[in-house]
T-cell receptor, first 111, second 112 residues
Framework: DTAVSQTPKYLVTQMGNDKSIKCEQN?????MYWYKQDSKKFLKIMFS???????INETVPNRFSPKSPDKAHLNLHINSLELGDSAVYFC??????????FGPGTRLTVT | LAKTTQPISMDSYEGQEVNITCSHN???????ITWYQQFPSQGPRFIIQ???TKVKNEVASLFIPADRKSSTLSLPRVSLSDTAVYYC?????????????FGSGTQLTVLP
């Protein structure tokens, strides 16, 4: 019973493509997040989504867009992929921004 | 945003107590301090959270001075399996437009 799951675990694609990463949480949490972790291990928050309120980190390019079909899902869509998008992307969830539960990560490689 | 600063790395030996400090000089009144542990190829995992003074659970203690401009994660009697990256996170509980800020992480290496 994985609390926060992400698919796929690995994603290799070419520059210019559009891709999506799915995230699901079965904890009943009200807030979900997407993070990007680069090769230097810096964890940067990209988005948080709570009760239809999307909070965006202004440094995130608008090629990235989160979409939430329901409270348990927050998918990440990326358009026109670039080499610099290569990283590990983590989804997380929490209740009222308390302790966050992270997914296992998706390693994206753009060639 | 509360900017956080942590040491890049620390070494320790098995059985020792390890203290990792995070600086957050411009922490806001409603910000909490949370620490996470991350092993290679895994997502971060919650360790402990606090607002002020001292918090303790079964795996760690968290010390926060009165001015709240820093916090110290204390791991008692570390073992080899505690080798990981430790992050501090500062942010509010409430539904706020402000973002959560992770520190750059501290690589703890426990030696035999």
């Amino acid at each position: 019973d994985t609390a926060v799951s992400q698919t796929p675990k690995y994603l290799v694609t070419q520059m210019g493509n559009d891709k999506s990463i799915k995230c699901e949480q079965n904890l009943g949490h009200d807030t979900m997040y997407w993070y990007k972790q680069d090769s230097k291990k810096f964890l940067k928050i990209m988005f948080s989504y709570n009760n239809k309120e999307l909070i965006i980190n202004e440094t995130v390019p608008n090629r990235f867009s989160p979409k939430s079909p329901d409270k348990a899902h927050l998918n990440l869509h990326i358009n026109s992929l670039e080499l610099g998008d290569s990283a590990v992307y983590f989804c997380a969830s929490s209740q009222d921004r308390r302790e966050q539960y992270f997914g296992p990560g998706t390693r994206l490689t753009v060639t | 945003l509360a900017k956080t600063t942590q040491p890049i790395s620390m070494d320790s030996y098995e059985g020792q107590e390890v203290n990792i400090t995070c600086s957050h000089n411009n922490i806001a009144t409603n910000d909490y301090i949370t620490w996470y542990q991350q092993f290679p190829s895994q997502g971060p995992r919650f360790i402990i959270q606090g607002y002020k003074t001292k918090v303790k659970n079964e795996v760690a203690s968290l010390f926060i001075p009165a001015d709240r401009k820093s916090s110290t994660l204390s791991l008692p009697r570390v073992s080899l399996s505690d080798t990981a990256v430790y992050y501090c996170l500062v942010g509010p509980h409430s539904k706020s437009a402000r973002q959560l800020t992770f520190g750059s992480g501290t690589q703890l290496t426990v030696l035999p």
